[in-house]
């Protein structure tokens, strides 16, 4: 045997070159790999992609436009007693309530108004807990803005006593109100309630024309209230 025969070559791929892998099966037959990855649908843009773009661009323009918290540069003060307009039906408040519980550090704030429904449409208990908001001054000194309430219909404005009623038909008197809400930074005794009132107008839901429902919307037409209340009733915590 000659040694002087040269031995195998290994020469590096050129750009012009494919590399092909050939992979044995359990049958003993084999496939090229390249040719499975030509085998690859290539990615297609659907229905469902152009809606999660939609939901991203729509959720992006709301942050940079403030986000849901509420806007401080658009509202209108108004002065405790005072009857307003949110759209949906008249708006007053008449009482304000803070009651110390056993935890020094959490209150419970409550407002007592009146509502009247004017529209032609019933108007229910989620439609006012979506439409009004409540800020107050904690403990520390701090402003804080709630969206997030419990309200009932009243029997009557003078003890408190919730109404098994959900709607207000369309056209009805006057109907009491308690707004309820929990906090547990503490209260400021010096301080008052703030009723945020966004006023709302019943349209259909534009936003992605996911559906023809008309349903209570914001309006962006018109400024958020800061309904302030009368003098606080404030209510010790008496079992100490």
Known sequence: MST??????WLPPTHDAALVIVAESPQGSTQSLASRRTDRQPFRWNAGWTL???????????????GFKYRTDSRVDVAPGTTVDIGMAEFRVIRAIAEETSDPDRWQLTVLAEVRNLTEQPIGVIDFEYALGLGYTNSEGEFIAE??????????????KASPR???????????????????????????FVVFARPVVYRTNTVLNLSSEKVWATDLSRSVLWVYTPEIEVRRYEGY
């Open 166 to 192: 959900y709607r207000i038909p369309p056209q009805t008197d006057v109907v009491p109100v308690i707004i309820h809400k929990y906090v547990n930074d503490g209260f400021d005794l010096d301080s008052e």
């Open 147 to 160: 969206r997030s309430l419990s309200l009932d219909f009243l029997v009557n404005i003078t003890d408190e």
């Open 4 to 9: 002087n025969e040269p031995g195998p070559q």
């Open 52 to 66: 999660l773009t939609v939901i991203v661009l729509v959720l992006a323009l709301v942050a940079g436009f403030g």
